[in-house]
């Protein structure tokens, strides 16, 4: 059965029972410590609790690449993929085991087919495509618009996870929109929201626009199936 959780801004946790992919997982107050900006919403695990298989970090950012929780992971069971631009703080961190993951990379971990794809924001970053039973989703990451986006329609995506914040380079709520009817997935969720004050906004300003738009719970387990039947 393929699950799904939000857990927090860009982070995602994705299982099928056998194999199980994190992406952007920020479970520390590492933005905080830095740059005093304090979580709107507590960490919804340990980062010593956390099982994955794989680890996919969009981007060298505070808030993609933990460098308070990534210590204390389990990482010599942990693959990290993450663009050639977040090695040297992967490393510090303590990783084993690093694959480069820029755009156009691909592979399989389990029965997901993880690629990279493209982004466009303040540092190298990408966006990633998971195939997994029929199911095609599209993970932003952090990006402004940008018309290379559009290239992604070419993947008949199926679900896509949005960001809608509109600040330190990332589309807005209306960009995303546009966005989404051009990709015409079949569920589309906003995502990187609720966890700054001074960066984020409300989903409903994306949602209410689309009649695909589903708003995730933070924390709450979905079945990927049901939530496209059910849309």
């Known amino acids: 059965m393929l699950k799904i959780r939000w857990i927090g801004q860009n982070g995602y946790i994705l299982s099928d ?25 507590d960490a919804p695990i340990l980062p010593q609790e956390l099982k994955s298989d794989v680890i996919i970090c969009t981007h060298n950012h505070l808030d993609h690449v933990d460098i308070d929780a990534i210590p204390l992971m389990k990482k010599e069971k942990i693959l990290f993929l993450a663009p050639e631009d977040a090695k040297k703080t ?25 690629t990279a794809v493209f ?21 932003s990451g952090d990006t402004e618009y940008n018309e290379k986006l559009e290239k992604l329609k070419k ?18 709520a209306d960009e995303a929109v546009t966005l989404t009817k051009i990709l015409c997935p079949r569920v589309a969720v906003p995502t990187h929201y609720g ?24 924390n709450t387990e979905y079945d990927i199936k049901e939530v496209l039947e059910n849309i």
Not at 119 to 139: E, L, N
Not at 155 to 172: E, P, R, S, T
Request: aromatic share 10%; charged share 20%; net charge negative.
């Open 195 to 218: 966890m700054f004050e001074s960066n984020t906004e409300d989903p409903l300003k994306y949602t209410q626009k689309l009649d695909c738009g589903f708003i995730m719970e933070h």
């Open 90 to 114: 992967l490393f510090d961190c303590g990783v084993i085991n690093y694959k480069s993951f820029d755009e156009g990379a691909s592979m399989m971990a389990g029965d997901f087919n993880l």
């Open 119 to 139: 982004a466009d924001h303040t540092v190298s970053a990408i966006g990633v495509i998971v195939k997994i039973d029929g199911i095609t989703m599209y993970f």
């Open 155 to 172: 993947y008949n995506i199926d679900i896509m996870f949005i960001c809608i914040n509109g600040k330190l380079g990332n589309m807005n």
């Open 17 to 41: 029972g056998k194999t199980e992919i994190t992406i952007d997982p920020y479970l520390s107050n590492a933005v905080d410590r830095i740059a005093k900006r304090g979580r709107m919403v």
